[in-house]
Nanobody, 114 residues
Framework: VQLQASGGGLVQAGGSLRLSCAAS????????MGWYRQVPGKQRELVAT???????KYTDSVKGRFTISRDNAKNTVYLQMNSLKSEDTAVYYC?????????WGQGTQVTVSS
């Protein structure tokens, strides 16, 4: 199983980035997918999730700015991030999960300069 996250980088506050996470080795369409983020010294936190059926959830701090989506034909989940703020700076991880197990990707760094 491999979850390959990409799309991170350095962006100015107010800018946009789109993260991608390409999955292999799993039946992607049946998995719930999520994006999480972590800054040094803090716990990893949930950013957004999308169920196998397409239902989405967001943490309050990103509602209205971030959009999670999935393309089952490409085995890929996306996170469109707009109006980025310095507090969005973190390593972003994608996760694939079912009830009994979960898989994590390697993370991609997002740095927002103010």
């Amino acid at each position: 199983v491999q979850l390959q996250a990409s799309g991170g980088g350095l962006v100015q506050a107010g800018g946009s980035l789109r993260l991608s996470c390409a999955a292999s080795g799993i039946i992607f369409r049946i998995h719930d997918m999520g994006w999480y983020r972590q800054v040094p010294g803090k716990q990893r936190e949930l950013v957004a999730t999308i169920s196998s059926g397409g239902s989405t959830k967001y943490t309050d701090s990103v509602k209205g700015r971030f959009t999670i989506s999935r393309d089952n034909a490409k085995n890929t989940v996306y996170l469109q991030m707009n109006s980025l703020k310095s507090e969005d700076t973190a390593v972003y991880y994608c996760k694939a999960g079912l009830v009994s197990y979960e898989y994590w990707g390697q993370g991609t760094q997002v740095t927002v300069s103010s």
